[in-house]
């Protein structure tokens, strides 16, 4: 069975920092591309960042510079390091892992809530 549970969402000031994690089960995590994507109230869902099997990233405008995302690959963990947060950044953050061969999977976290308040 596959999970992929997200954690450290939370409430911080404008400025601030907060570190995401998200752990994934039930797959072969090296093979897998592995994203952080954000849903605002009455928006949707964007991509944030995301990191490749072979740790190639890439970002979002909005985040570049501030966000960072990092892999361990021991521990089948995806980070999300947020730095100058702004009330912009307010949003659901959900965790994604996705990989490609003969068959396409793709898995979703439940989300965890992130709160910039300025």
């Known amino acids: 069975q596959v999970q992929v549970v997200e954690s450290g969402g939370g409430l911080v000031q404008s400025g601030g920092s907060l570190r995401l994690s998200c752990a994934a089960s039930?797959?072969?995590?090296?093979?897998?591309?592995m994203g952080w994507y954000r849903q605002a109230p009455g928006k949707q869902r964007e991509s944030v960042a995301r990191i490749t099997s072979g740790g190639s990233t890439n970002y979002a405008d909005s985040v570049k510079g501030r966000f960072t995302i990092s892999r361990d690959t021991a521990k089948n963990t995806v980070y999300l390091q947020m730095n100058s947060l702004k009330p912009e950044d307010t949003a659901v953050y959900y965790c994604?892992?996705?990989?490609?061969?003969?068959?396409?999977?793709?898995?979703w976290g439940q989300g965890t809530q992130v709160t910039i308040s300025s």
């Open positions: 994604n892992a996705e990989h490609r061969n003969l068959k396409y999977y793709n898995y």
């Open positions: 039930g797959i072969t995590f090296s093979l897998y591309t």
